[in-house]
């Protein structure tokens, strides 16, 4: 867990992200829950439910109709 802490934030500091950075646990508990592949944009709300699920990346991204759900979420 450590090494996984130590790599994630690297890549927090190299990328200068904005938004917060999980690890998943040694058994990878959130990817066997969450995992889409190709890659997918989620939105989790307070209670741990999915609130919004994006298409399959890259081309199934909309940022703008991530923006939309993101802000029904949190008016």
Known sequence: ME?????ANTCVLILDLSIPAIIDD???TVVAAYRG????????DKEGKIAYRGGK???GFKPLE????????LA
């Open 26 to 28: 040694m058994d990878d």
């Open 3 to 7: 090494e996984r802490a130590a790599v």
């Open 57 to 59: 990346g890259p081309y």
């Open 37 to 44: 592949m190709p890659d997918r944009l989620y939105i989790v």
């Open 66 to 73: 991530m923006e939309k759900a993101l802000k029904r979420l």
